[in-house]
């Protein structure tokens, strides 16, 4: 055996309490055992993995997947005798195996067909070999080989057994894990800036112009001085080594943070972080606020230079990341193909009303009745066109919705189930929230110690929903943070030396409870909300949601809620899920890929069109006119208006706004403020009382007047007739009121009510 074999075939043995020695690793047995797989292995599509090399050969391919899957298939059928236990030694020992999982390539690669010419471009790289191997073979000198990382265009992603494919939190990673082939889930919640790192340092030296290389493993490296060449060394002479950038390999890097997900944190602690390193290719495929499966390696990550000397036995670790799949994915990757058919399938069996109204049912179908605020949300999810004009005005599409109402409402349930859809989106709370946290912070870098900047919710949702719940909690410094996001869509920042604007164009979903924590009915809309007029009129629909006793509604709701707990309604009743017209409603997988393509159309306005807005726009003024209106019109309402029927459009699959669109876009906003105008009861204005409650108010106004324990009916039905109020209305409000004692009703034979007694 060469001395070469001896350094890189070592006996490596893992202590195990029950056997006293679980694994042996011989890794160039091993090596040798890949290569003859890789040759070998077939499935239906022919040879795998020699068709990766054949790509990786012609510069098609910068990546090499190797699914162990695959092994254990082939040890258990074809009986391969020198590939037995290999997936699991892997598994055990993936950091050392990956290296030498990289060399079987390259000897494969090797060995593999010359591609044609002008298959590909060359690079420095190219040159540089080929230079090196000509100097080598016509001088002899050469002696300082090349790395193997210098040739090196492909990086090696090995994807566990299905056995072993179990997603670990972050305190799940215990020290069983380190150096395992290990699934880490959770939440990437900073990323940091790309960055250059050095794979093979490259000098050139100034006495005999011998090229030296150095591979860099890790994150520190000490930079060579002198020429180690044999020329240099005869002649006794030392020459200095210049550091050739341009004859030096690097590879992109990037550090993440992944945090817990808030469902797997128990109770009663704090969510957990780890760092994680991302290289080469996988550089920038995970956003910031993305729920994220990353396979990869634990590795300990020890202190080095004078913090050394000071460390502590417990090292800290990092997580070395192979290979990244979001869970959530962006609107844009979930419209496959196989997406596209379904939704035409959809529209081929259902008709446009058909289709919107089980999209709506489809809106968190547990949650019983609101079907316009679904609607609402479901506008919210489709979205408006967003336009930029020539001059650089930009109009935002995004709509913002404020659910307020009384507690018990279903408004947090909505905010969730809208948050769990949405492919972006971050839910967060009132007075968890600061402005900072919301939309950015400044830190310092660990390895520059620069000033950068950690995006905040509204920043990590870019491009979805930030939905906040108790809203109303937020502190009002807080709160004008969001005046800017809401409806310019960007953040100025002006930090630590940092000036720059950040985009945050993002739907804001909000929802509030009252001042007095339920709706004061003796109190004025403007006392019960509590929020300051700037920022109402920018959510383009505020809508109020009471919780108003009524008998028939509250058995009907009593009903719905057991079938929920039954498992008739919900996740749980996949039967009610479906592409049918006879299903119920859409699953949540179907309805992201009916956003998704809803999102590719940009319905426009019809000229036929453009009359009817503006009459709508300009009657909804005229009503405001000489009121105390607790609900105001402004040029917001109007563009409001416009997104709504853009959503409508976008929901029926349409490519244009029709003058239907505009009216539901009208009715739903009527309706947003004819919840508002309904709430207000007795004692706030005739104007909104109801019949009975206006004969009241005339009855005591006329006791008032005259003074007198006794009130003539015959002096009131003059006033009773100017405002339209009927005999019907007259005896449903005597009937009330004596009934709770308030007056005695003096009648005629007949049963004419002629006067009334006060109590």
């Not at 460390?311 to 290979?323: K, P």
């Not at 004692?683 to 206006?694: D, I, L």
Request: charged share 25%; glycine share 6%.
């Amino acid at each position: 055996m060469s001395a070469q074999q001896k350094d890189f075939s070592p006996v490596k043995k893992i202590p195990n309490s029950s056997t006293g020695y679980k694994a042996q690793y011989r890794f160039v047995e091993d090596e040798e055992a890949v290569a003859e797989f890789m040759k070998t292995f077939t499935d239906l599509a022919g040879k795998k993995y020699m068709h990766q090399i054949k790509e990786i050969k012609s510069r098609k391919r910068d990546m090499f997947e190797l699914h162990l899957d695959d092994m254990v298939e082939c040890e258990k059928h074809l009986q391969h005798d020198r590939i037995g236990g290999l997936a699991a030694r892997i598994e055990n020992c993936a950091t050392s195996y990956i290296e030498h999982i990289s060399r079987a390539v390259d000897r494969l690669v090797k060995e593999a067909e010359e591609p044609s010419e002008g298959t590909y471009e060359t690079d420095a790289f190219d040159f540089l070999v080929k230079q090196h191997a000509e100097r080598s073979q016509q001088e002899g000198s050469g002696d300082c080989s090349i790395p193997s990382q210098f040739t090196r265009r492909y990086r090696v992603v090995i994807h566990p057994t299905k056995l072993r494919y179990r997603q670990r939190q972050v305190r799940q990673l215990t020290a069983d894990c380190v150096g395992k082939l290990t699934v880490l889930s959770g939440m990437c919640i900073t990323v940091s800036p790309q960055k250059p790192r050095i794979l093979v340092s490259t000098y050139v030296c100034e006495r005999c112009n011998e090229c030296v290389y150095q591979e860099v493993v890790g994150m520190k490296y000490s930079p060579l001085g002198l020429c180690p060449s044999a020329i240099c060394k005869a002649n006794a002479s030392r020459g200095k080594l210049v550091f050739e950038s341009r004859a030096s390999k690097f590879t992109e890097y990037q550090e993440l943070r992944i945090q817990e997900l808030p469902q797997h944190v128990p109770k009663g602690c704090v969510p957990r972080c780890m760092k994680v390193v991302l290289e080469g290719t996988m550089v920038g495929t995970v956003p910031p606020g993305a729920a994220v499966n990353i396979t990869g390696v634990l590795l300990p990550d020890p202190k080095t230079g004078s913090s050394a000397l000071r460390a502590s036995v417990a090292t800290r670790t990092l997580f070395r990341g192979l290979h990244t799949n979001l869970e959530k994915k962006a609107y844009g990757e979930i419209l496959t193909k196989d997406a596209y058919d379904k939704v035409h399938f959809v529209r081929s069996v259902m008709d446009d009303a058909s289709m919107v109204d089980k999209l709506v049912k489809s809106v968190a179908p547990e949650i019983y009745g609101l079907e316009d605020v679904k609607k609402v949300l479901a506008c919210q999810l489709a979205g408006g066109v967003n336009l930029t004009r020539d001059d650089g005005m930009h109009l935002r599409g995004d709509l913002n919705i404020c659910l307020m109402g009384d507690p018990g409402v279903a408004k947090s349930q909505l905010l969730r189930w809208v948050a769990n859809l949405c492919p972006r989106s971050v839910f967060t709370t009132g007075k968890g929230s600061s402005g900072v946290g919301l939309t950015a912070s400044v830190s310092m870098d660990e390895h520059t110690k620069e000033a950068v900047l950690e995006g905040g919710a509204l920043v990590i949702s870019d491009k979805g929903i930030c939905c906040i719940d108790e809203f109303d909690k937020m502190d009002s410094n807080d709160r004008t943070a969001i005046h800017e996001v809401m409806e310019q869509q960007t953040i100025n920042i002006a930090k630590g030396g940092i000036i720059t604007t950040l985009n945050a164009r993002t739907s804001i979903l909000a929802a509030a409870n009252p001042k007095y924590g339920r709706w004061k009915v003796k109190k004025s809309p403007t006392e019960n909300i509590n929020l300051p007029a700037s920022l109402l009129s920018r959510f383009d629909v505020l809508w109020l949601m009471l919780d108003k006793p009524d008998d028939d509604r509250d058995r009907l709701l009593a009903k719905h809620v057991t079938a929920v707990h039954m498992g008739n309604v919900g996740e749980k009743h996949a039967e009610n899920y479906g592409l049918y017209p006879k299903d119920p409603f859409f699953t949540k997988e179907f309805m992201r890929q009916y956003i998704s393509y809803m999102k590719t159309l940009d319905p426009v306005l019809q000229e036929s069109v453009i009359p009817s807005i503006q009459n709508l726009y300009c009657d909804m003024r005229a009503s405001e006119q000489g009121t105390d209106a607790t609900t105001y019109t402004t040029p917001r309402t109007l563009l409001a208006i416009l997104r709504i029927s853009q959503a409508l459009a976008r929901l029926r699959l349409g490519t244009t706004v029709t003058e239907n669109d505009v009216r539901e876009a009208a009715r739903l906003m009527s309706k947003s403020k004819e919840s508002i105008l309904e709430s207000v009861l007795e004692g706030n204005g005739t104007k909104r009382e109801g019949p009975v409650a206006q004969i009241f108010e005339i009855l005591k106004a006329d006791r008032a007047y005259t003074q007198s324990g006794r009130t003539e009916l015959a002096a009131v039905r003059d006033k009773l007739l100017k405002k339209k109020l009927n005999n019907e209305h007259l005896e449903s409000c005597l009937q009330r009121y004596q009934a709770s004692c308030v007056f005695e009703v003096e009648r005629t034979k007949a049963g004419v009510p002629i006067a009334v007694t006060w109590i």
